[in-house]
């Protein structure tokens, strides 16, 4: 892992941001700092002050899969007052923590997030996340970061086994939530947010979204 650079100085004068680089040690200031210089990074994570940065994202394995939850996850939310669904927000979670989930879905208002200078503060109900070649980083250091800052429930869509595992933290510690005799896991948190794993798993959208009447 390469360790904290230091800020070099422009022929001007003024400080250069050298740009992240996975595996940087960083705190969460840092990070951001970083993050907001470089606006051709698209996507960075801070995790237990490490950066991570993930590879190209392919339509087989990352990109389909992510527009499904977020379409099974967005309709949800339209038809609830005071939930909100959010893509690739940036998460505050801490001095070392600060994530970009691919789906979150939470309380507008009397909820665990915060909104601060357009970035949303705090661990959110419920994160979502799609993992191809990132299911150890996923399954591991994520679960143990969302868990440390009180994320209600994690769902990891572990694509290439043909998984998905829904989380339910309780009494500090994350329980797998099991899908019942018709194949459906039930959230816990948002009444109604029914999934047919299943049908999510084959690609069957209409019948995902008939699981949320």
Same mark, same amino acid.
């Given at each position: 892992?390469?360790?904290?650079? $230091?800020? &070099? &100085?422009?022929?001007?004068?003024?400080?250069?941001?050298?740009?992240?680089?996975?595996?940087?040690?960083?705190?969460?200031?840092?990070?951001?700092?970083?993050?907001?210089?470089?606006?051709?990074?698209?996507? #960075?994570?801070?995790?237990?002050? @490490?950066?991570?940065?993930? $590879?190209?994202?392919?339509?087989?394995?990352?990109?389909?899969?992510?527009?499904?939850? #977020? =379409?099974?996850?967005?309709?949800?939310?339209?038809?609830?007052?005071?939930?909100?669904? $959010?893509?690739?927000?940036?998460?505050?979670?801490?001095?070392?923590?600060?994530?970009?989930?691919?789906?979150?879905?939470?309380?507008?208002?009397?909820?665990? =997030?915060?909104?601060?200078?357009?970035?949303?503060?705090?661990?959110?109900?419920? @994160?979502?996340? @799609?993992?191809?070649?990132?299911?150890?980083?996923?399954?591991?250091?994520?679960?143990?970061?969302?868990?440390?800052?009180?994320?209600?429930?994690?769902?990891?869509?572990?694509?290439?086994?043909?998984?998905?595992?829904?989380?339910?933290?309780?009494?500090?510690?994350?329980?797998?939530?099991?899908?019942?005799? &018709?194949?459906?896991?039930?959230?816990?948190?948002?009444?109604?947010?029914?999934?047919? @794993?299943?049908?999510?798993?084959?690609?069957?959208? #209409? &019948?995902?979204?008939?699981?949320?009447?």
């Amino acid at each position: 892992m390469s360790m904290r650079k $230091s800020v &070099a &100085a422009a022929p001007s004068g003024r400080p250069v941001v050298p740009p992240l680089e996975n595996g940087d040690r960083l705190t969460r200031r840092e990070f951001h700092e970083r993050y907001l210089q470089h606006p051709e990074i698209k996507k #960075a994570e801070l995790v237990e002050g @490490v950066v991570h940065m993930p $590879s190209p994202v392919s339509t087989d394995h990352h990109a389909d899969q992510h527009g499904q939850l #977020a =379409t099974w996850l967005g309709v949800y939310a339209v038809r609830h007052e005071n939930v909100r669904m $959010s893509l690739d927000a940036t998460l505050i979670l801490g001095e070392t923590d600060e994530p970009q989930p691919d789906v979150v879905l939470r309380r507008s208002e009397g909820g665990r =997030t915060k909104r601060r200078d357009g970035y949303l503060v705090g661990g959110p109900e419920l @994160v979502a996340e @799609v993992s191809a070649s990132t299911v150890s980083y996923d399954m591991h250091f994520k679960k143990e970061m969302y868990r440390r800052h009180g994320v209600q429930e994690y769902i990891v869509w572990r694509v290439w086994d043909g998984e998905l595992d829904w989380f339910r933290l309780r009494d500090g510690q994350y329980d797998s939530l099991r899908p019942d005799a &018709a194949g459906i896991i039930a959230s816990e948190v948002f009444p109604g947010l029914r999934l047919n @794993v299943a049908a999510l798993l084959a690609g069957d959208m #209409a &019948a995902v979204l008939e699981g949320l009447e």
